[in-house]
Structures are given as C-alpha cells and as structure tokens.
C-alpha cells in the first residue's frame, strides 16, 4: 500500500535555528498537509496546499514556517528561527481530494526537538 | 465549549470485553465525520468514517447521533492490539473544511 513518508524521524536542533522537515506524499494525491502534536496534546492543524499554494492555514502557521513543494514529489515544511515550544511531532498527510472527502493518510512523523 | 469533546479515559477494559465511548460536537453544520486510531508517539490513522447510517467494520461499529451532536465507537470483543489513543474528527463546513480533532480517548485492553 503507498505511503506517506517523512524524514528525518527524530530531529534535534537549536534554539534559534532553522529546520527542514521532508515528506513524500503518496504520488497521486494532490493535496497535502502538515500538522503537529505536541507530547500529549491534540493533534492541530498548521497548513494545507493544494495545486502549488497555500489554501488553509491556522494562527499557528504564523510567519516563521514557510512550506514548498520543490519538485513532483517532496513537500517541505520550514521552520526558521526554531523556539523551545516548536518541540512536537511534525505530521505530513496528503489526500488524493478535498479532506472532507477523501481520507488523510499521514507519514509517521518527524520528533522535532528543540534545546 | 470545545468543539469536539471526548472523554481523556483511560478506560481500562478486560480483553474479550465491549467498549464504547463517544465523541461530542459542537457545530450542527459539522458534515464528515471520522474516527482515527493513535499508538504512543505514532501518526494518527484512520480507522473509520462514520456515515449517517452508521457503519461496521469487523468488530468496530460507528454512530452518528445528529440530534444529539454525538458519534460512538463500539469495540467488541476487545484484543490487546487495541489498546491505543481513539481520536475524534469532525469536519464542518464553517471551518473551511479543516479537520477538528479531539483531544482522544485513551482505551487499555487488559489479558
């Protein structure tokens, strides 16, 4: 069965720094998500993309995450000057239609930690 | 009031045993409606949708209660493969059409 991939799996970075979080949706989905978790808390939406731009964001997608879909296959979730809260599961899903009617398959997750 | 409730648990079930537990929603426009199942530091994956009708799969049947503004998940006959975290997710239209998750119901099958 395809699937969402995402790498890296753990990632740990300072304060301040920018990261890079990578995910391959499944290769005829056309709509593509990220959303983060952090340790025992709600799964929460931060974007979704669709046809090369952005089409929702929430309050937390604020000026410090940028997303970009570089070639056919990646997308990529920015995250420039990392603070200590940003620490969290990063989730990428994508869906082959508009989510109310299609299911999100999700990657496994990238463990962003921030010291 | 939050959007969609569930209660945290733990439900703490004996393996072989029925579960069920509901999900609340607060917006009457909410349309879709899902059930997902989360391990321990894992990514969330669906388990069901939950139509008008309801709906079963195997041992998992879902409800929709619209007067009501609930969903169930019944588990019979309980594993101990089912001990996860069940999350809730409504979408409405007045959200664009986001998924609204809840916080999840955390489910233990003891042997």
């Known amino acids: 069965e395809p699937e969402v991939t995402q790498t890296p799996s753990h990632q740990v970075t300072q304060m301040g720094q920018e990261v890079i979080l990578r995910c391959v949706p499944i290769?005829?989905?056309?709509?593509f998500y990220w959303y983060r978790q952090i340790l025992g808390q709600k799964v929460e939406f931060l974007v979704s993309?669709?046809?090369?731009?952005?089409?929702?964001k929430s309050e937390i997608f604020d000026d410090q995450f940028s997303v970009e879909r570089p070639d056919g296959s990646n997308f990529t979730l920015k995250i420039r000057s990392t603070k200590l809260e940003d620490s969290a599961m990063y989730f990428c899903?994508?869906?082959?239609?508009?989510?109310?009617?299609?299911?999100?398959?999700f990657g496994n997750g990238t463990r962003l930690t921030v010291t | 009031r939050k959007e969609v409730e569930q209660d945290p648990g733990p439900f703490n079930v004996p393996e072989g045993a029925t579960v069920a537990f509901n999900c609340t929603y607060s917006?009457?426009?909410?349309?879709?409606f899902f059930w997902y199942r989360q391990d321990c530091r894992k990514e969330p994956k669906l388990l069901m949708s939950v139509y008008s009708s309801g709906n079963e799969d195997g041992r998992f049947t879902a409800q929709l209660n619209r007067a009501s503004q609930y969903i169930s998940l019944l588990i019979r006959d309980s594993k101990l493969s089912d001990s996860a975290t069940y999350l809730c997710v409504v979408i409405s239209m007045d959200s664009n059409y986001q998924l609204i998750w809840g916080a999840g119901t955390k489910l233990i099958i003891k042997p």
């Open positions: 899903a994508s869906s082959e239609a508009e989510q109310f009617n299609s299911p999100l398959h």
């Open positions: 993309f669709y046809n090369n731009e952005i089409s929702e």
């Open positions: 917006n009457s426009a909410s349309q879709s």
């Open positions: 290769s005829n989905h056309l709509y």
